[in-house]
């Protein structure tokens, strides 16, 4: 969100989502992002599911042995 300039309280407001749990999500990486969270945050700040999911994971790699 910080890289759109978004304000969490609009992103909460529009979301239903509580500006604790943005909060959460944005600075604690053991937080799980729920789908329907990523979903409704994605139609707040504009931009296309699949692009703030590729975002998410961005750093999430399949091990060397996985079977390929």
Not at 7 to 25: C, F, I
């Amino acid at each position: 969100m910080a890289k759109r300039s978004v304000n969490k309280a609009d992103v909460a407001r529009k979301t239903g989502l509580s500006t604790y749990r943005l909060s959460q999500l944005s600075i604690n990486s053991r937080s799980h992002l729920r789908v329907e969270e990523l979903y409704l945050i994605a139609l707040a700040i504009n931009v296309q599911p699949n692009e703030l999911l590729e975002f998410v994971c961005k750093d999430f790699k399949l091990p060397e042995n996985s079977g390929s």
